[in-house]
């Protein structure tokens, strides 16, 4: 693993994400935005499904989540009252592919995406060896 996520102090700690990402690798890995292909209509499904298409990503690389330096989130009128269905999606594309992410995240609400259906893109940065 060449990137070492680190929760610095004196920041707050959040159990989702860390607030800083050390990369050792030598290959820097960047995602297109992946978003759900499926046609669900709920956030939390198209959350899980966006993820589970950065894992794909991810492994035509040859990295995992382990490897993740950076993610960015985009979700179409977001308000904090669609947390936990984020969350919900995120729980379950990591226990779909039996991995977890916490690097360094940005949650960027947007008016909207590529297509009406999209309600999230997310974006990735990886460091490999």
Known sequence: MSVTLINAEGLPQV???HHVAVTTGSKTVYLAGQVDWTGAADLATQVENAYVNVHT???A???SFQDLARV???VVDWTPDKMPELLKGMENAMARVGETAQPPATLIGVAALDVPEHLVEIEAVASID
Do not use: P
């Open 15 to 17: 159990d989702i994400y």
């Open 57 to 59: 990503a991810l492994k």
């Open 61 to 63: 690389a040859g990295a």
């Open 72 to 74: 960015r989130v985009y």
